[in-house]
């Protein structure tokens, strides 16, 4: 099998050579793609891999109509609509770890160079200008240093901060006292930041929450004379507002490496000697740009191959170890909702699963997401994945509920899925027995022992002799052999249920044909 590989900006070509190795992947790297060409021609990839420059907008990823991954060699993902993808089932990984580093470093030099007006000095003495009294800067010892987004980034830049015997505060959603504690920073509210920092970096993705979240409200509670930096993303700060605070002297100086609209030429920020400037450098190192693209390129070719991705964006991230672990029920939570579909025709409202077992103690979404891929995919059809099937139940307004025991139930581990619908539940459950592969233990109260495979026939009927005996000879007659048979009934000539797979399809007119029988009170087909 062969994969269409499009790289469409700038990546280390020692980073991409895990895509290289692999077998059957056909790369394309052409960049400077205006959204109408890669519109059209995105339909030939199976896999694209961007940096910050491809805008992947909805309308691309609607055209992509054999694209898997995405692969975001870098960090931030604002340049890739992840609601579209999900919707359209595409898988979004990116590179989070690689450009750490670099982008700490970058930070700081940013901060230094912003301090002693180094960019500025430097520029005078290139046009012959000797001036010492213009650029005489300000000591960082001391000073306080806010971060907002302490993340692994904000963290990095933290910890060099205290090196260079600066005081730091930090904001973030996620961090607590004994955090800041541990690394030996001060903490508090946006507000607190903001009020008592004399430098401000921002770390946060740009998100609809982070977006121009230092406005001109944020400026106002700053102290006289504070200088900020943004290396993460253009947007965090307003950049009207950063302008009239520079302007109104509220602000001594900004250093940016990222800007709203890239590439920020002609920039009216630009304009300012205050502002100093690098067209969004914070992971252009070669170290950076080798990791991140040796990462992406992994996944990739991980996930086209049928394997684990390590850093998914539109999934929730789960370890090898426990990946392992829970894999092999991948087919059979597949199984078990696509069985459970056929048997109710009635609209659902909730969904639970119990994990019952082993199981109960690892992470178990991507099994809750395979168990909806099977129900869903009985009426939205093969498009329907593992990226997009939470999506869909949701949209649908299904809600779906995951529950752990560690009882076991009698099996290592079991699966039991249930719907709810207007008129009552229906449930289904089903485990691996050793050796012995994937086994549909239950059905609704009706204890079975059924391989989940191939075509199946669930009779509802009356516990009465010669019942079993008419479907047997009926489906002779239509010359259908039964392979298995599994019956159970809830009293002695109460209701009963019959469980066949059989060697072939059933055609619709030989399933009236059966529900015409004597006592036999409802007939499904499921085809597995
Ligand atoms: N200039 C560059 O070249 C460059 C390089 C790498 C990353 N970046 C940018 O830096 C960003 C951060 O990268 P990271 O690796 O540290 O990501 P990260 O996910 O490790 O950290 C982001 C942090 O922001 C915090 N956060 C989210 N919303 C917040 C809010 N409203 N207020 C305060 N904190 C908030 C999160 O809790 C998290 O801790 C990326 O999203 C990317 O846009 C830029
Ligand atoms: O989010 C990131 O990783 C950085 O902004 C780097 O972007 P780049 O890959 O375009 O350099």
């Excluded at 170290?287 to 999934?315: H, T, W, Y």
Aim: glycine share 8%.
């Amino acid at each position: 099998m062969t994969f269409n590989i499009l790289i469409s900006d700038p990546l280390s070509e020692d980073g991409i050579y895990p895509l290289r190795q692999a077998e059957g992947m056909n790369i394309v790297i052409e960049t400077g793609w205006s959204p109408e060409d890669l519109a059209n021609r995105i339909s030939e990839f199976d896999a694209l891999l961007v940096r910050s420059q491809t805008q992947v907008t909805a309308e691309i990823i609607a055209k992509a109509t054999n694209l898997k991954i995405i692969g975001r060699a870098g960090v931030g993902v604002d340049n890739i609509d992840l609601t579209a993808a999900t919707e359209h089932g595409i898988i979004v990984v990116n590179a989070p770890d690689g450009n750490t580093n670099s982008a700490a470093e970058h930070t700081m030099a940013m901060l230094m160079s912003l301090a002693r007006k180094i960019p500025q000095a430097f520029h005078a003495l290139k046009n012959n200008e000797w001036d010492r009294k213009k650029y005489v800067g300000v000591e960082l010892k001391n000073k306080t240093l806010g971060v907002i987004g302490l993340g692994r980034i904000g963290a990095e830049v933290a910890a060099r901060a205290q090196g260079q015997r600066m005081n730091v505060i930090a904001y973030d959603p996620f961090l607590t006292a004994e955090k800041a504690l541990k690394m030996g920073i001060d903490f508090g509210s946006v507000e607190d930041v903001l009020r008592k920092a004399d430098f401000i970096t921002v770390h946060t993705p740009l998100m609809k929450e982070t977006k121009h979240l230092i406005n001109a409200e944020a400026f106002r509670l700053m102290k006289d004379g504070v200088q900020i930096i943004n290396c993460a993303r253009g947007g965090i700060i307003d950049e009207e507002a950063l302008y009239d605070a520079i302007v109104s002297k509220k602000v001594d100086g900004a250093a940016l490496d990222v800007f709203e609209q890239e590439p920020a030429v002609n920039h009216k920020l630009l304009t300012l000697a205050e502002v100093i400037a690098t067209p969004h450098l914070g992971a252009s190192t070669i170290e950076a740009q080798e990791s991140v693209a040796i990462d992406v390129s992994q996944d990739v070719v991980n996930f086209l191959n049928g394997g684990v991705v390590r850093n998914p964006v539109n999934l929730p991230s789960v370890s090898k170890e426990v990946m392992l672990k829970i894999e092999p029920y991948f087919n059979l939570s597949e199984k078990l909702g696509a069985f459970l579909m056929g048997l109710t025709d009635e609209v659902i409202r909730e969904v639970n699963i119990y994990y019952s077992g082993d199981l109960a103690g690892f992470e178990v979404s991507p099994l809750t997401r395979n168990t909806l891929k099977g129900m869903l995919k009985r009426h939205l059809g093969e498009h329907v994945n593992e990226v997009n099937a939470k999506f869909f139940a949701d949209r649908i307004g299904i809600q779906v509920n995951e529950h752990k025991s560690t009882a076991s139930k009698g099996f290592t581990n079991l699966l039991t899925v249930e719907v709810t619908t207007e008129s009552g539940t229906r449930r289904v459950a089903g485990t691996l027995l050793n050796g012995l592969g994937a086994r549909i233990v239950k059905v609704d109260n009706y204890i079975v022992d059924v391989v989940p495979e191939g075509h199946i026939v669930f009779i509802k009927h009356k516990d009465q002799p010669g019942a079993i005996g008419r479907v047997g000879t009926l489906l002779a007659k239509e010359n259908i052999n039964i392979a298995t048979m599994q019956v159970g009934r809830s009293t002695l000539g109460g209701d009963a249920i019959m469980m066949l797979t059989i060697d072939k399809h059933i055609e619709p007119n030989e399933i009236e044909r059966l529900k015409e029988l004597e006592d036999i009170y409802d007939v499904t087909a499921i085809g597995l």
